[in-house]
């Protein structure tokens, strides 16, 4: 079965600084999607980034990017300039590309604070 | 990605009751889901919510505890019956335009039963 572990809990980032938040994954298959999902206070889930594991080059939105690396089952997300509306929890999240196309496999989230 | 709507955004039940959430997607969609999200947890995926017929439960949760309707592609219910205070939980639903494509989440239902 995949598993998605993200090792952080909290982080703490000041304003206008880069932070990453990690991501790890386990899986034998060989073609999935990674995302991000930002979960703010309000609760809405919304979808930050998302990475096909069959493309080499990082996905980027805007201050967001990430650092996809497949050998080694890594998926980090990077923000830059951060500003205090990216304070959140943050989940990564894993998806088969086949068989079962509904099943997203959360990380336990990272909550993320932004000091002004 | 569309715009999903969850009533209600909120509620506060008795155990041995029964509550019923709505999902309204303002465009047709191919998949809908419900997950759960339980204090201080991450997202659980509880059933696939199939048009016309009866949704895919995940393991661990059972039709008879949580039944779903989809009557069409743009609305779906979940039911969360004789609730007892482990349900407590936040209920999203999400949905997919495009079988496999990236799934995009309703502001949830936060239930908290006493």
């Known amino acids: 079965a995949q598993t998605v572990t993200q090792s952080q809990p909290e982080m703490s980032v000041q304003e206008a600084e880069t932070v990453t938040l990690s991501c790890t994954y386990d899986?034998?298959?060989?073609?999935?999607?990674l995302f991000w999902y930002k979960q703010p206070p309000s609760r809405q889930m919304i979808l930050v980034i998302r990475q096909e594991a069959y493309k080499q080059q990082n996905a980027t939105e805007n201050r967001f990017s990430v650092n996809f690396q497949k050998a080694a089952k890594s998926f980090s997300l990077k923000i830059s300039d951060s500003q205090l509306g990216d304070a959140a929890m943050y989940f990564c999240?894993?998806?088969?590309?086949?068989?079962?196309?509904?099943?997203?496999?959360f990380g336990k989230g990272t909550k993320l604070s932004v000091k002004p | 990605s569309a715009v999903i709507s969850q009533k209600p955004s909120r509620d506060i039940c008795q155990r041995g009751t029964s509550l019923t959430i709505q999902c309204q997607v303002d465009?047709?969609?191919?998949?809908m889901f419900w997950y759960r999200q339980q204090p201080g947890q991450s997202l659980t995926l509880i059933a696939t919510a199939n048009q016309g017929s009866e949704a895919t439960y995940e393991s661990g949760f059972v039709i008879d505890k949580f039944p779903i309707s989809r009557p069409n592609l743009t609305f779906s219910t979940l039911t969360v019956s004789n609730m007892s205070p482990e349900d407590s939980s936040i209920y999203l639903c999400s949905v997919a335009m495009i079988e496999g494509e990236t799934q995009y989440f309703g502001p949830g239902t936060r239930l908290l039963v006493l």
């Open positions: 465009s047709q969609v191919t998949m």
């Open positions: 999240a894993y998806r088969s590309a086949g068989g079962s196309q509904g099943n997203l496999i």
């Open positions: 899986t034998s298959e060989s073609d999935y999607y």
